[in-house]
């Protein structure tokens, strides 16, 4: 699996759209690029996945280079409750060890009033 | 609902005893997970179960011993309990081994004394 590398804080203020960084300079072309959030004392919580397009749903925006050697989740309006550590992962599905994810050391979000 | 669920939360035991952590899930996946979060908050797999077969055992110690009854349930039993074995342990599913959409229990703090 790819590694990746993204900041280990940022800030955002309520209401703003939050851009969390990754990237993913080694990644393969059969490998996606997953987000999950922890919210503290909380299990990790499944946001978003793509390939090479750019993905919404619900809960936020990935938006993956062309290149896909970096990636950003936007949360389009933070609120408090996305205060969270955020994780970025890359992962070619299909492999027999599959729902091996490898949580880096994420960045740790801190939406602010 | 619930739809992963882990007993018990909290968990505080003496070191050399043994003891067991339940999960349920109600979401009809086949696969089940068991990852740990350390004092770092590094979070790694140890177990994947699909359809109550073990299919990834993450070199960890064999006094963690986990037992699939049914797909719906992934319990860990832990014998001999050590003070390294203090860690958040979450229980996960998916809807197949090759997917990489997690849903996480909301996890059992382990203290071992």
């Known amino acids: 699996d790819a590694k990746t590398t993204q900041p280990p804080s940022m800030d955002c203020a309520e209401g703003r759209a939050a851009n969390l960084p990754c990237n993913h300079s080694?990644?393969?072309?059969?490998?996606?690029v997953y987000w999950y959030r922890q919210i503290h004392s909380q299990g990790p919580q499944y946001i978003i996945h793509?390939?090479?397009n750019n993905e919404t749903n619900e809960m936020a925006s990935l938006i993956i280079t062309e290149d896909r050697k970096s990636s950003t989740l936007i949360l389009p309006h933070a609120t408090l409750r996305d205060t969270a550590v955020y994780y970025c992962?890359?992962?070619?599905?299909?492999?027999?060890?599959?729902?091996?994810?490898?949580f880096g050391q994420g960045t740790e979000l801190s939406v602010k009033p | 609902d619930t739809a992963v669920s882990q007993t018990p939360k909290y968990l505080v035991t003496q070191m050399g005893n043994d003891k067991s952590i339940k999960c349920e899930q109600n979401?009809?996946?086949?696969?089940m997970y068991w990852y740990k979060q350390d004092s770092k908050k590094f979070l790694k797999i140890m177990f994947s179960?699909?359809?109550?077969?073990?299919?990834i055992n993450e070199t960890v110690p064999n006094r963690f011993s986990p037992k699939s009854p049914d797909k719906a349930h992934l319990n860990l039993h832990i014998n001999s309990l050590e003070l390294g074995d203090s860690a958040v342990y979450f229980c996960?599913?998916?809807?197949?081994?090759?997917?990489?959409?997690?849903?996480f229990g909301s996890g059992t703090q382990l203290s071992v004394l």
């Open positions: 080694t990644i393969s072309g059969n490998e996606y």
């Open positions: 793509g390939l090479k």
């Open positions: 979401l009809g996946h086949d696969t």
């Open positions: 992962i890359v992962r070619a599905p299909g492999m027999n060890q599959g729902g091996k994810l490898i």
């Open positions: 996960a599913s998916s809807h197949g081994i090759t997917n990489e959409k997690l849903f």
């Open positions: 179960y699909n359809n109550k077969e073990l299919i």
